[in-house]
């Protein structure tokens, strides 16, 4: 057993952490609030091949794994700039492409993803579904050569942003008559396809989107792989990747927001010569969370390392539990943050109170803690199913 990166990874991990420094939080928050987004950021990471460290090198990728996708994710996040598309773009759709769709599908979208050029947004969650996909009212009907789409889809994130939408639908399976899932590459211009932004009380450059399918019709081979039997599969492909790059992106806000708040309670004094930092009150909190965001760590590393070897079900449960910990240590260090800097954790110069939103959604996204909950409960400790 080895708790140390590979040098490459090391190397990786140390490029990332310059890159983000570059630009830091405050270029962040700029765009975010100039309703902007972070175009030279991810320009330039997608040209010195961050983006697309997770792709195959045929297509243009790095050809390493989620590990080392989860390392851009937290160090970029750790230098203030956490970007929720690299969860969705290269490790959603560029796990579920490469892993399930045809040879000509990675070959149109793969070395797109691996440069930064183009965006592929993924698109579940629906209004009355929820948290139940099995509840997915968006369907996918035959239409001569091709299919037609109708369904309503929320909270999407990065639609303005990228070329297509992965959208889950259910088609009827001939043999069966019973509806089941399948996954389409819809262009964000398709006819048929209309959005409404959302307010959302995030400080982010990434947007979220209501999504109307109405007779959207695309062509046979937008249907992701070779046959309706991709689906399910391709839907399982991207949770394992997507828990993993998401917790990874907070535990790097946890490092961020607790490496602003030390800096602080390090040198601010208010009573004689002593930093605050050295009452115990200040920095017991302080030091908890640094415990929980550093705990957090070790599950990604664990869950990503189990992804990287092919063993999916045993990722599947770190994984979770890996998105559960740095969802909650995440929450935890900023709140912690805030709190210690006084009156200057509230302010927009010191760059937290800029993530309250931020990570109180990675309690909620892309999946509640609760549902990771009732995974534990049932495929851990062999619990019945309530609902
Ligand atoms: C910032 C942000 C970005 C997002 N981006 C995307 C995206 O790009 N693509 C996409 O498809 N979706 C996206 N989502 C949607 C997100 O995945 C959902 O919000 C999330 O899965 C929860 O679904 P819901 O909002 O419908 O909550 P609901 O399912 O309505 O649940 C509401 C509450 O009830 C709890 N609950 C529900 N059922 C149970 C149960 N059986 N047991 C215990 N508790 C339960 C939930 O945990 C939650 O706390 C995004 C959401 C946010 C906030």
């Known amino acids: ?99 399930h769709g045809t040879e000509e599908q990675r070959k149109r979208h793969l070395p797109g993803l691996a440069d930064g050029s183009q965006k592929i947004v993924f698109a579940i969650t629906e209004p009355e579904a929820g948290s139940n996909f099995h509840r997915l009212g968006t369907v996918a009907r035959r239409d001569g050569d091709g299919w037609l789409l109708n369904g309503r889809k929320c909270y999407i994130s990065g639609v303005d942003e990228a070329g297509h939408v992965l959208v889950v639908a259910r088609t009827e399976d001939s043999s069966t008559g019973k509806l089941k899932p399948a996954l389409f590459l819809v262009p964000t211009d398709a006819p048929g396809l209309t959005r409404s932004k959302l307010d959302m009380e995030i400080v982010s450059p990434e947007n979220q989107f209501l999504l109307y399918l109405d007779d959207v019709r695309l062509p046979a081979d937008a249907l992701l792989g070779e046959s309706l039997d991709a689906g399910l599969p391709a839907l399982f492909a991207g949770l394992n990747p997507e828990r993993i790059t998401v917790a990874a992106m907070g535990a790097g806000t946890g490092r961020y927001a607790i490496e602003r708040a030390s800096e602080y309670t390090a040198t601010r004094k208010v009573w004689g010569g002593r930093s605050i930092g050295s009452h115990q009150g200040v920095s017991h909190p302080l030091a908890h969370a640094a415990v929980q965001v550093e705990l957090a760590r070790l599950m990604i590393q664990k869950a990503a390392t189990q992804y990287d070897a092919g063993r999916d079900l045993e990722a599947g449960v770190a994984g979770n539990m890996a998105k559960y910990a740095a969802g909650e240590a995440a929450a935890l260090a900023v709140d912690t943050a805030v709190q210690v800097l006084g009156g200057a954790g509230m302010t927009t110069e010191y760059g937290v109170a800029t993530l309250l939103g931020a990570v109180r959604a990675g309690r909620i996204a892309p999946v509640s803690r609760e549902m990771i909950l009732n995974f534990v409960a049932q495929h851990v400790l062999g619990q019945d199913k309530s609902y």
């Open 1 to 99: 057993m080895t708790f140390d990166l590979t040098p490459e990874q090391d190397q990786l991990r140390d490029a990332v952490r310059a890159l983000g420094r570059r630009y830091g939080h405050g270029y962040f928050v700029e765009k975010a609030k100039a309703g902007e987004h972070t175009t030279e950021l991810w320009a330039e990471a997608g040209r010195l091949g961050y983006l697309g460290v997770n792709i195959p090198t045929e297509y243009g990728g790095g050809g390493g794994g989620i590990t080392e996708l989860a390392i851009v994710c937290e160090e970029l996040a750790a230098a203030g700039c956490p970007l929720l598309l690299l969860v969705v773009s290269p490790a959603i759709a560029g796990t579920v492409l490469n892993r």
